[in-house]
């Protein structure tokens, strides 16, 4: 059984940088059947994907085109886990942030998110 | 990107009433389509996939229908533990969400 486990600030200053890890179980970073995603919800917005990180011979990295140019998720191999690095923050950033596990189907297609960390409230303000 | 037009935004009901969510996308999406169940603090619950398919475990009071541009989530008695947010799911394109739907009891 999978399970993911999120870690990082519940508050962060405008304009900082936003530092969240999500820890693996029952699964590995490597798989070349899943991808580690970052998602957010937010009460304006409501759910919001952020991006991606899988490996496939080598590691890929696809983001949402609202925040691709202040985001970046990484792997650790050595501790099984994903990151989230969101830069310049702004009070719209405010939201609950999640980890989630995203498949593939034999065609190669991406699928559905499962399953999901917990969940951490992230508050940006000074 | 694919945008998800999802209704009501609310709704209230009681326990044992019939409820229906819909989901619109923008353009087609040939059936890739997920639900989810959110409460707060909790992880977000996976309850269908491929717009009809019932995940392990969910409750067969919750069922999907729908194809191309319109689909929906039926929970066919509501129960005490359903009274959540619902959100929709397309994963044909970049993943994109329905704006979601709170179930209050009434």
């Known amino acids: 059984q999978v399970q993911l486990q999120l870690s990082g600030p519940g508050l962060v200053k405008p304009s900082q940088t936003l530092s969240l890890t999500c820890d693996i179980s029952?699964?590995?970073?490597?798989?070349?059947?899943?991808?580690w995603n970052w998602i957010r919800q937010t009460p304006s917005r409501g759910l919001e994907w952020l991006g991606r990180?899988?490996?496939?011979?080598?590691?890929?990295?696809e983001y949402a085109v609202s925040v691709q140019s202040r985001i970046t998720i990484n792997a650790d191999t050595s501790k099984n886990r994903f990151s989230l690095q969101l830069d310049s923050l702004t009070p719209e950033d405010t939201a609950v942030y999640y980890c989630?596990?995203?498949?593939?189907?034999?065609?190669?297609?991406?699928?559905?998110?499962?399953?999901w960390g917990q969940g951490t409230q992230v508050t940006v303000s000074s | 990107d694919i945008q998800m037009t999802q209704s009501p935004s609310s709704l209230s009901a009681s326990v044992g009433d019939r409820v229906t969510i819909t989901c619109r996308p923008s353009q087609a999406i040939y059936n890739s389509l997920a639900w989810y169940q959110v409460k707060p603090g909790k992880a977000p619950r996976f309850l269908l996939s491929v717009a009809t398919r019932l995940e392990s475990g969910v409750p067969s009071r919750f069922s999907g229908s729908g194809s191309g541009t319109d689909y929906s989530l039926t929970i066919s008695s509501l129960q005490p533990d359903d009274f959540a947010t619902y959100y929709c799911l397309q994963y044909f394109g970049n993943p994109t969400f329905g704006q979601g739907t709170k179930v209050e009891i009434k």
């Open positions: 029952g699964d590995s970073v490597s798989s070349d059947t899943a991808g």
């Open positions: 990180t899988y490996f496939r011979s080598e590691w890929y990295h």
């Open positions: 989630a596990r995203g498949g593939q189907d034999g065609s190669g297609s991406w699928v559905w998110f499962d399953p």
